[in-house]
């Protein structure tokens, strides 16, 4: 009894904190009332569904390898490495990402978004940083139009500039009109000088209309996607009305590219500078004064997720060729309730069960195993809370295991206990050298499962992964409940109360 005290402390500091690592979840799964901030703050501290329980997307997608020298072994591990490191940064939790053969990848991604995870993983996120050519505009438009009116082979009556319109500084285009202009300036993509190209802008709405802004550019990128160190996204600074509430993605250039990007802009001051993303200028600034820091903005129409996606995107480079979804399924919610509620009737059912065989066969000693055993399960989700662990399926089937272990430890312990009563020890005598001579099998049993269940999630997958996870932490927290706690609660109640007859 010198330390009971002591002992009685670190199981009090061990609820606690198991307390506070199991409340994020508790409030995330039971508030129906959160809001979007509070419920991205909770997931990031709490324990997380997997996705036969909470439903998700299960991807296979196939690289473009299309005029590529590359091999594809080679493309597809570059490619794996910036999905990965693109939905990690996209805050899905127990992503299974997975090389296969031919250039395929599989994605299984839990409760997400299904277009924004899709275009999150497939887009190519070409970034250029390409000179506006506006003194040679009118130039062009000026050929194309003589061309069209010359050549009676096309079946466009209106000139080419009838279909332009005012947006702003900039020409533009009326949406309806795309597929027409696409049209014409593929029938005249030679007269476009070769070093010159023309680009649009993304849709936006002005003046009642969609539109897309119109561009002529150079066809050289003065610097490229690849030289970005950081990209943030952050509210939009601008104080034109167009990009009022609007969020922008702040970049920021590698040292050289800094040195770079500084003399382009001393030598092209009062020009424009157009930002392409994957053939989409999404906004062509002027250059009022060179820009030594090596930053820049790219600002637009963006949302805050579509800033924060693209940010994402820039952070962790650009896809070395393009992908595409050879395979797609959705596992629905509704599974993941079925899957739920028959796996926790599962563990209940057993976990009962066993309640009551403790009960009955051991008595008030059983009652106590039956503490320890609750003591378990709670410690069990506080430590999977706690690290930000998944629960799946197979998951659900470790804690079922987990209950049966942690009984076993106690029947080895009470045996041990009857053995000594039996030789005519006394209750005192009797219950420490039951748990003394008891601990080494326990530990033996448990290590040895422990060493399996660490092998099975190192080498394992998907759902060998899950419940070689739940049965790991089970064991672990099992060593701690079944031998400490236990020992704790009868050596209380036997000094507290003066038991002199165990029954056990």
């Not at 996209?90 to 296969?100: A, M, N, S, T």
Request: charged share 25%; aromatic share 8%.
């Amino acid at each position: 009894m010198r330390n009971i005290g002591l002992r009685i402390g670190i199981v009090i500091f061990v609820l606690v904190l198991g307390i506070i690592a199991i409340y994020p979840t508790i409030r995330l799964y039971t508030d129906k009332n959160l809001s979007k901030e509070t419920e991205i703050a909770l997931s990031k501290k709490a324990m997380h569904l997997g996705l036969d329980l909470k439903g998700g997307m299960h991807l296979v997608l196939e690289m473009d390898t299309t005029g590529l020298t590359e091999t594809i072994g080679d493309l597809r591990d570059r490619a794996y490495e910036i999905i990965r490191n693109r939905i990690d940064e996209f805050g899905v939790y127990e992503p299974v990402i997975e090389r296969q053969s031919g250039g395929r990848i599989l994605i299984q991604l839990p409760g997400v978004d299904r277009d924004r995870a899709i275009d999150l993983i497939e887009k190519v996120a070409h970034l250029e940083f390409i000179l506006v050519v506006e003194d040679r505009i009118e130039e062009v438009l000026g050929q194309i139009d003589k061309f069209l009116q010359v050549e009676d082979t096309f079946a466009f009556e209106e000139p080419f500039t009838s279909y332009l319109i005012r947006v702003e500084q900039d020409m533009g285009i009326d949406v309806r009109d795309e597929d027409s202009v696409r049209a014409i300036l593929d029938q005249v993509k030679d007269l476009i000088p070769a070093d010159l190209q023309i680009l649009f802008g993304p849709r936006e709405s002005h003046q009642g209309r969609e539109v897309r802004r119109f561009y002529l550019l150079k066809k050289k990128a003065e610097l490229t996607g690849e030289v970005i160190r950081d990209a943030k996204h952050e509210p939009a600074q601008s104080q034109d009305l167009q990009h009022l509430g609007s969020w922008q993605v702040s970049i920021e250039f590698k040292r050289e590219a800094a040195r770079r990007f500084a003399t382009l802009t001393g030598k092209n001051i009062n020009k424009r500078l157009a930002i392409v993303l994957d053939g989409i200028v999404q906004s062509a600034p002027t250059i009022v004064t060179r820009i030594p820091q090596g930053r820049a903005m790219i600002t637009g129409r963006f949302t805050a997720e579509q800033a924060r996606d693209l940010a994402i995107i820039l952070r962790a480079g650009a896809l070395p060729a393009p992908l595409k979804i050879v395979e797609e399924r959705t596992v629905g919610p509704s599974l993941g309730r079925d899957s739920i509620t028959s796996g926790i009737r599962a563990v209940l059912i057993a976990g009962l069960l066993v309640i009551v065989f403790m009960l009955i066969y051991y008595s008030l000693s059983g009652f106590v195993a039956d503490i320890t055993l609750f003591l378990n399960l709670f410690l069990l989700v506080a430590i999977l809370s706690a690290f930000r662990g998944s629960l799946t399926m197979p998951g659900i089937a470790g804690i079922a295991l987990t209950i049966g272990m942690a009984v076993d430890a106690n029947v080895l312990i009470f045996e041990r206990i009857r053995e000594e009563l039996n030789i005519g020890k006394t209750t005192r005598t009797a219950i420490d050298q039951g748990f003394a001579r008891a601990w080494v099998t326990i530990f033996d049993s448990n290590v040895t499962t422990i060493i399996i269940g660490v092998i099975l999630f190192i080498f394992g997958s998907g759902p060998i992964k899950g419940f070689a996870l739940i049965l790991t932490i089970g064991l672990v927290s099992n060593l701690f409940c079944a031998v400490f706690v236990s020992k704790v609660i009868f050596n209380y109640f036997t000094y507290k109360f003066d038991v002199r007859k165990l029954r056990i």
